[in-house]
């Protein structure tokens, strides 16, 4: 056998390792309503790339997975969710799609491949859905964009409307702040999602209100609403994965609820790794090796010396 083909004999073993070929089907807004109506609560954390939308479509719990464009900042370091270029979005969307197989799937509308135009925004919007796996896409903002949100919605792109905080409109609010605490603000979130759930948008994402507004919104729509920072009074939940998994050494907002201090584990991990290379415990001959046999070797060495 040659070196290439043994290689292709282990593939289907690691491959198996790594990736999921059970054929299940993939979860579809009507899903997600029918459990909306049952009043299930709705649990939805972001996937950023293909590990991370791994482990969100191996949980067996989990409703939704977003692929939000706080990637720009959480897993590509850019300062603002402003900074992402289309096409490094559209290529994270690639990756973390190749990962999931079952959850119902939202991906955004990043900063600049929508505002200038509705010809522009489809066209972005016709790039996303042609990787197929996505079951909606969010787009940030109300009334400012609603010419926008009704194409997609007229040729078939369920849409999710998200208001509040607008994170890539944080620049004209003066930062990252709640939004809705005095009585004008609150009635013109209220108006904005009365206005998204009218022409149309399947599902609201309300970012940073005060509880009691998004509880209000919440029993006045008759569509699922999905609340991060706006406490518990919304249909369905969000975190980044990122901060419920402690992936990063830096704060998180408050509304944030660690579950796990990955960042400091993955640490630790790297640390008695490296201290079992240093130590010589890692690898080892028979766990972690691949025998050649003893006849084979001592060829070997008859080959090398006819060579000199
Ligand atoms: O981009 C994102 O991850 C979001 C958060 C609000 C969940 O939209």
Do not use: W
């Amino acid at each position: 056998m040659s070196s290439f083909s043994v290689f292709r004999s282990l593939v289907p073993r690691l491959g198996a390792r790594y990736s999921s070929h059970a054929t299940v089907r993939q979860k579809t807004l009507t899903d997600i309503k029918k459990l909306y109506k049952a009043k299930e609560p709705l649990a939805v954390i972001t996937a950023h790339d293909y590990i991370t939308g791994r482990i969100a479509d191996s949980s067996e719990k989990l409703d939704i997975i977003l692929i939000g464009d706080s990637l720009a900042m959480v897993s590509k370091g850019y300062a603002s969710t402003l900074e992402i270029p289309f096409d490094d979005y559209y290529y994270a969307c690639k990756s973390v799609l190749r990962g999931v197989n079952q959850k119902f799937v939202i991906a955004d509308l990043p900063f600049g491949s929508f505002e200038a135009s509705v010809s522009q925004c489809v066209e972005s919007a016709v790039k996303l859905m042609k990787l197929g796996k996505i079951g909606s896409l969010k787009v940030e903002g109300g009334f400012e964009h609603g010419e926008q949100i009704k194409r997609l919605i007229e040729i078939g792109i369920p849409v999710t409307g998200h208001i509040g905080l607008k994170p890539q409109q944080f620049n004209a609010v003066g930062g990252y702040r709640v939004q809705g605490r005095k009585a004008q603000d609150a009635a013109n979130i209220i108006k904005e999602a009365e206005y998204l759930r009218d022409i149309g948008c399947s599902m609201l994402l309300l970012e940073c209100i005060p509880h009691k507004v998004a509880q209000y919104l919440t029993e006045k729509l008759d569509i699922p609403t999905i609340g991060i920072g706006s406490g518990p009074g919304t249909s369905a939940q969000v975190l980044v994965q990122a901060d419920l998994l402690g992936m990063l050494d830096s704060p998180t907002a408050k509304f944030v609820q660690k579950y796990m201090n990955f960042h400091s584990e993955a640490v630790n991990a790297i640390d008695h790794y490296v201290g079992d290379v240093k130590s010589g415990t890692f690898p080892n001959i028979e766990t972690h090796s691949y025998p050649i046999k003893e006849e084979e070797f001592e060829a070997m060495e008859k080959i090398l010396q006819q060579d000199h």
